[in-house]
């Protein structure tokens, strides 16, 4: 399908959290959602589409030396300069026009850059939008528009060790319709009720502590944080494995995430050694399925690495996270005995999809995780990602440190709960994400377009250029 972009337009919604999410170096008590409009041509008509992010700050660059200001004004600026270049002219297929974007803002920079994951930020917000206003124009849902090779992707373009391998032949031959979900622990989330101080109690009528989390929603998958402080983490590894035991037993599978706090890969070694070491460890470690990001993007991809990746294999893989940064990252990360990568909406779906073949030519894996992705646009349409690749657990934790819907106006969270009762359940309260026994039910997310078939309230958000970034 040939495509030009018409125009794209951005507005922004302000997001406060119920609960403090700390993780790395980063506190998020609040964080602007980014929301883009894409109006389309192609063939056959035209159509609009709509994405959406949290801006997240920290995560994208951590550069301490930054405000809080300028992570979120660097990432709005990325999305501006995506569709500025991405709105420059016609192409052949979104496949195209994701590519060429892609060089244009992310490809072109050095391998080196601190911002390259930023840059990526934008072209994949645009992408999403492209997308979903395609398949509305083709009458198509996410998963039907991959198995149809509607985006007409080419990966030997990328990757020239895929020519041949076909992405819509890869993928299953039918969606999830269902998806466990994997429970964050942030570092500074309470595990027990007793660990809650009388002047930080939220009592909003959700659950606050992990414990509690795990009784009300009958969670079974988890992904703890880590701060790269063995004095920390092993007490709080430990504890955060007795709640485990006493509340779901040997069924339980964890991930842990380092999100690039440990400085050497020794010290990394060092934690786990001394983990396998105390009362309780080894059997919290059998449960152990994969170690998230432990270093620094720096020093991630470096020679001096991989004995220490060969070691940390008798205790679990090692995957990518932040260090995918670019195109280049996964097949040098494989090359120095990395197991996989994540999946995030974040960071590129064609990206996504490009992975997985090399995951399946190298024998490694990809997993699903969130960038504290909130409904209904950025959760549906990442949820809708990993339904379309198969992955049966997923990391979630933005209907944890955020309120449901509140977000939204009424309108728009009421006709999520309309089109999706599978996913959104609405009380006298608000609305709120459904999780049964630890499972999201995502099988209304295969409608017409990527991932949702409500009403977006568009009017309900604050146009970009009229949004003030407010301390918070």
Not at 25 to 42: K, S, Y
Not at 45 to 65: C, H, I, M, N, Q
Not at 407 to 426: I, M, V
Request: one cysteine or more; charged letters at 25%; a negative charge.
């Amino acid at each position: 399908m040939r495509v030009r972009i018409q125009r794209v337009t951005f507005a922004v919604t302000d997001c406060t959290t119920r609960l403090p999410f700390r993780f790395g170096m980063n506190t998020m008590t609040w964080a602007p959602t980014l929301t883009a409009r894409v109006e389309l041509e192609g063939d056959g008509g035209t159509a609009v589409g709509f994405s959406a992010d949290l801006l997240v700050p920290k995560w994208f660059e951590k550069d301490p030396r930054k405000s809080i200001q300028d992570d979120v004004e660097g990432l709005i600026e990325s999305a501006r300069l995506a569709a500025r270049a991405a709105t420059s002219q016609s192409y052949e297929t979104v496949f195209e026009l994701w590519w060429r974007t892609y060089q244009q803002r992310v490809h072109g920079q050095s391998v080196d850059s601190p911002d390259r994951l930023l840059r990526g930020f934008g072209v994949a917000l645009v992408e999403r939008a492209v997308m979903d206003a395609v398949c509305r124009l083709a009458d198509m849902s996410f998963f039907d528009a991959l198995k149809a090779d509607l985006f007409q992707v080419e990966p030997h373009l990328v990757y020239p060790e895929l020519d041949g391998w076909s992405l819509a032949q890869s993928l299953p031959t039918a969606p999830l319709e269902h998806i466990a979900l994997r429970h964050t622990i942030g570092l500074l989330d309470p595990l027990r009720d007793a660990d809650i101080e009388e002047v930080d109690r939220v009592d909003d009528g959700l659950p606050q502590s992990f414990e509690d989390d795990v009784r009300v929603n009958g969670l079974k998958w988890f992904k703890l944080k880590l701060s790269g402080d063995s004095n920390v983490d092993i007490p709080r590894t430990l504890a955060f494995g007795e709640v485990l035991s006493e509340n779901v037993g040997q069924a339980a599978r964890f991930t842990v995430d380092g999100n690039e706090q440990f400085s050497d890969a020794s010290g990394l070694l060092s934690f786990f050694q001394q983990l396998d070491n105390e009362p309780g460890g080894r059997a919290l470690l059998e449960g152990l399925l994969y170690i998230e990001q432990p270093l620094p993007r720096a020093i991630s991809l470096v020679d001096e690495a991989a004995p220490i990746l060969a070691a940390l294999k008798e205790i679990a893989p090692v995957i990518l996270d932040e260090a995918d940064h670019g195109v280049e990252a996964l097949p040098r990360a494989l090359d120095l005995g990395y197991g996989g990568v994540s999946v995030k909406n974040c960071k590129g779906v064609l990206r996504a999809m490009l992975h997985r073949g090399l995951c399946e030519q190298r024998g490694a894996f990809q997993s699903g995780e969130d960038l504290t992705n909130m409904g209904v646009l950025a959760l549906q349409q990442d949820l809708a990602t990993m339904s379309a690749l198969g992955l049966g657990h997923v990391e979630r934790n933005g209907h944890h440190y955020f309120r449901g819907l509140d977000h939204l106006s009424k309108k728009e969270a009421a006709s999520a709960a309309e089109h999706h009762p599978d996913l959104w359940k609405g009380t006298v309260d608000g609305h709120f994400m459904k999780i049964v026994g630890g499972n999201l039910d995502i099988s209304s997310l295969q409608s017409k377009g990527y991932g949702y078939a409500s009403k977006i309230d568009w009017e309900a958000r604050t146009p970009l250029e009229r949004w003030t970034f407010t301390e918070h």
